[in-house]
């Protein structure tokens, strides 16, 4: 059984960056995960933002995301970091993580797809102010 931890968040100036991350501790040892943040919309869902594939650093996003966002692998392997920069208000939302387990061949089906993903983070608040 796995359980992810969240970390991040509170204030940021408009303009400035954002780093938040997701931990999947537990029972992962030979394990790979398919790790995605989400984030709140004006409709109350939660968008898909991008994902990060632990075995192998590989990450997929969206086609609606644009440069500002990126999702890393840090150096604790499953872990992931959503770095935003340039942050507007458009950014201020609640942020959530969820992870799967799956393997290479299936990671970008797996990955790209919100309904597959099994275990989901409390969430986090992201504020951007002037």
């Known amino acids: 059984q796995v359980h992810l931890e969240e970390a991040g968040g509170g204030s940021v100036s408009t303009g400035g960056s954002m780093r938040l991350s997701c931990a999947v501790l537990?029972?992962?040892?030979?394990?790979?995960?398919?790790i995605g943040w989400f984030r709140q919309t004006p409709e109350e869902d939660f968008a898909w933002v991008g994902s990060l594939f632990t075995d192998g650093d590989v990450t997929y996003y969206p086609e609606s995301v644009k440069g500002r966002i990126s999702i890393s692998q840090d150096n604790a392997k499953n872990t992931a970091i959503l770095s935003i920069n340039e942050s507007g208000p458009e950014d201020s939302t609640q942020y959530r993580c969820?992870?799967?387990?799956?393997?290479?061949?299936?990671?970008?089906?797996?990955?790209?797809?919100?309904?597959?993903?099994?275990?989901w983070g409390q969430g986090t608040k992201v504020a951007v102010s002037s």
């Open positions: 969820a992870a799967v387990e799956t393997d290479r061949k299936s990671s970008e089906y797996v990955c790209r797809r919100p309904m597959l993903y099994t275990q």
């Open positions: 537990g029972n992962t040892e030979g394990r790979a995960y398919c």
